[in-house]
DNA sequence: TTGAAAGCGCTAACAA
DNA sequence: TTGTTAGCGCTTTCAA
């Protein structure tokens, strides 16, 4: 038996027909356990698997999900796809990953690889929707989608998130409770709604301590290490610098920090940084990072066990988004600032 | 038309056979250029798209590729995902994830995924090859697969790698260009290929210079952030500690400039570093890390070309792997030793 | 409890 | 250049 084995040929070696071996492999229960047996031990034997392309057709299924992010390269999905695939592979889903490189071309693209049959189900963490289908009538609600990390403005489709305007809220309270009072926000590409939640955390903080943010303490940076460097310089450039930073993001906290050394000041001596995300490496980072922790993993197997539900034909509550607790992770970045 | 069209669909709008429609649709120039443009253009109207579970099952393709990799979670893999993602992309595949954490029955499944139709070839980057299939029929060498990383000693798959002896060996001599004599190193999961690959080159590199390497200068890793710690607390604890480190990558040297900055150590004042991969955040890094540079992005898009080949049934000789050029990033993490 | 047979949507050999 | 037709390998009625 060199060829790959088909149903047919166990079927003829334990002279049933297909359609019993295939209720006996499916463990349907509508075959007696004497030729279940035999027909697994003749299965095991021959080393048969069942060709996917073929059931796939029948069952109008492909088990598999797509998992489709901005960038792949990004470090930050890497726990959230670590989630994913644990959940998916448990429930014997197989991951495709999607990169759209924020082209809306391709997002459109991921979108159709849902209808062509390429994967059941999708999981959205890109910056924006595509458009409406051709005929305007795709009703992207009815569509088996879950969107994780709130990057969208997706009324209507499920969501798993933190509330990034509190956590935001929370880090910069940190600062001010610390003392300081010129506190400056490098956020992310505005308007994408995340950078602007987290923006909005930061101007809440400020106001309700009663502080007003000066002329250039907001700038837009776009996620990235080199931006927070830029955005930094830009701050340090002003006649009345901050004495602490909230970045949107990790790597631009990275970026504001190595700008911070490369000027001369010292972290958290002269200026406090923080961050948000928590990555892998902000613990190892010197100095320590203080920042927001994403619960990422959970994020990643929340925003799966949410498609699973919907694949199987669960009426899922689409009103209310599933919200996973941040909490601030207080490391060595951020100090008192030296004069009050 | 709310149903999903079918070829049937747009054959009858056009008055003219399935054959003609699918023969149109792939431009097969067995076609009126008329008719062709006409069902085009009928096929964008109703928004046809093919059903691939269809069209594998007849053309015994799936148009994907299982990348196979040990930890998904490892930022390692990133540029690699997004140089198999891209050029997998522009030859029409997908990409599916597959993460074994080193499990060899996960292995054993993914090669199974090949067999069954899942995808048509995989790019395997995990440490170990799967057991022989059951019959001990299955050649290896004959199945679409192409090896990545070198961290598998695995005679007769083709191969895409580094020199990694060579890398390491520049990078010690590095060290030891600047004076470094006592110079200590952090090795990967040995006897793993890729790990004693490099642990040769740094001893090789020590040999040519007539350096001793002293007893319990030699300490096993994991390749994580923490055994980086654990390890180089190892050999701080000796009686004659080493004034410079080679770690066999960039986590762990991370985690070992973490410990040397509890110990009190100022690197490089008083303690050199040197790592090997080059991560996205080694520049960012304080301070900033002098590590070998992989070509990651093009490892991932050599590895994807050379599957690409097999599956359209080129013979490529396996004899000889192909081997990319690594390059030493030197930034602040090296320099001489105070005394010498 | 089993078998016969239809058919998922597509491609390709063969005929016209 | 086009149409007819036979499957790809599987699941699932329906009938026995």
Redo the contacts with the bound molecule.
Sequence with gaps: MS?????????ERA????????????D?????????QRIHALARELN????????N????KSMSVLLVVRDVGNPFYLDILKGVEATAREAGYSVLMGNTENDPDRETEYFNMLR??HADGMILMTGKLPPAGHDAGVDLARLPVVVALEMIEAAGLPHVQVDNLAAAKAAVEHLIALGHRRIAHIAGPLPEVMAVHRRDGYRAAMHDAGLVIPDGYEVRGDYLLETGQLCCGQLFALSEPPTALFAANDEMAYGAIHELRRLGRDVPGDVSVVGFDDLYLSKAFYPPLTTVNQPRADIGRTAMSLLLRILSGEEVALAAPIVLPTALSIRASTASPRHF
Tied chains: 1, 2.
């Design positions: 060829e790959r084995p088909k149903i047919k040929d166990i079927a002279g049933v027909s297909v359609a019993t071996v295939s209720r006996a492999l499916s349907s229960g509508l075959v007696t356990a004497e030729t279940r048969y698997r069942p060709n996917v392309s073929a059931r057709l029948r069952t109008r062509d049959g």
